[in-house]
């Protein structure tokens, strides 16, 4: 493509974050993206490409391998066919997702029915589906029977077995421990506060009582220390917090 083209190229989504209305012609910028959810821009000149359009801008050359996919603005998928064509002056025709697959999975993800175009699916894939933070949030397969098994953001889950997959998110779990005891929290992060209140919920700043707290067994950025007001601290699982009233009288 010449500089001419580029700059006369309508970017649908910088089109519709201005509010404005997709023009008539093309060319037209659209994302298009792969079963990890990398998206890389592509040029479709026509205003209503069909499926086999959607693959040949993406350099599909063996199309009968391979099938298109719309993003919904909901975020859930919904095949495009060779013949089958979609209008790109609508708002949520502007992302295509391509898989090297005849066939589609069905899984439920947070009650959410998805047609995935893959057999496999990674759990950092689910969570992009989700729309979740990553570092926060935990994916479950859940188990009849059983408990729900977390799902590493690397691991593959395979779609192909029999019956529907059933995933849900829930926020991150850490298990610590403040003055012995174990504590659940669902942050990354603890500030001084904040763990002075896991070992003594009713503390409040005052003139009369200050504390101490002291941590080790943390990540590598905060291994070991001591904590003090107006400072942040990075949480594992198995991380030790003591923490000491002294009373200032």
């Known amino acids: 493509m010449n500089n001419q083209e580029t700059e006369n190229t309508e970017d649908i989504i910088e089109a519709l974050l201005a509010g404005r209305m997709v023009r008539e012609h093309g060319p037209?910028?659209?994302?298009i993206g792969n079963d990890a959810l990398h998206f890389e821009p592509r040029t479709i000149f026509n205003p209503q490409p069909t499926g086999t359009q959607v693959l040949q801008a993406a350099g599909i050359s063996n199309l009968v391998e391979y099938v298109a996919y719309r993003v919904l603005q909901n975020g859930l998928l919904e095949e495009l066919r060779p013949d089958e064509t979609t209008d790109l002056r609508h708002s949520g025709a502007e992302r295509?997702?391509?898989?090297r697959t005849d066939r589609s999975f069905?899984?439920?993800l947070n009650g959410r029915l998805f047609d995935w175009g893959a057999s496999r699916i990674t759990g950092l894939?689910?969570?992009k589906l989700a729309v979740v933070d990553p570092a926060t949030t935990t994916v479950y397969l859940e188990i009849p029977g059983s408990a729900a098994r977390p799902i590493g953001d690397q691991e593959f889950v395979n779609l192909a077995e029999p019956g529907v997959e059933r995933f849900i998110t829930r926020a991150r779990e850490y298990r610590i421990f403040v003055n012995t005891r174990p504590k659940e929290v669902h942050t990354s992060t603890l500030n001084f506060w904040q763990v002075v209140k896991l070992a003594f919920p009713q503390a409040e700043p005052n003139a009369t009582t200050y504390y101490t707290v002291t941590y080790k067994r943390g990540p590598k950025v905060n291994p070991e220390g001591s904590l003090v007001a107006g400072e942040t601290v990075h949480i594992k699982d198995g991380m030790l917090f003591n923490v000491t009233p002294t009373d200032k009288s």
Request: charged share 20%.
């Open 28 to 31: 037209y910028r659209v994302l």
């Open 125 to 127: 894939t689910l969570k």
């Open 96 to 99: 295509f997702i391509i898989f």
């Open 106 to 108: 069905r899984f439920l």
